[in-house]
Nanobody, 124 residues
């Protein structure tokens, strides 16, 4: 059974930075494209970023483009999301997800395994 566990969320001031981590267990992460999504209260889940299985392809959602960077270390079964210049509208629960056998996808329904999420709050 594959498990996905996120960490690194917290409270940060506008303009600040956070680095989220996601560890995959129970499977080899290089079998998966890895994505980050977020969901704010009262809103639908939104695509943030995806990395192809080998990290060779990246794609970012429009609201975060230029402010976040996804990276992965398959030897550690870990994917990261570096977020800079954070804004109050970035406040949400951030989810990590694994998409088996795919090059990459920005569609939540394509993903097979999800973590429980980590809260990011941007506020002064």
């Amino acid at each position: 059974q594959v498990h996905v566990i996120e960490s690194g969320g917290g409270l940060v001031q506008p303009g600040g930075s956070l680095n989220l981590s996601c560890v995959v267990s129970g499977g080899a992460m290089n079998d998966y494209a890895m994505g980050w999504f977020r969901q704010a209260p009262g809103k639908e889940r939104e695509f943030v970023a995806v990395s192809s299985w080998n990290g060779g392809t990246y794609y970012y959602g429009v609201p975060v483009r230029g402010r976040v960077a996804i990276s992965r270390d398959n030897t550690k079964n870990t994917v990261y999301l570096q977020m800079d210049k954070l804004k109050p509208e970035d406040t949400a629960i951030y989810y990590c997800a694994a998409d088996y056998g795919s090059s990459w996808s920005d569609m939540a329904r394509e993903y097979d395994y999800w973590g429980q999420g980590t809260q990011v709050t941007v506020s002064s």
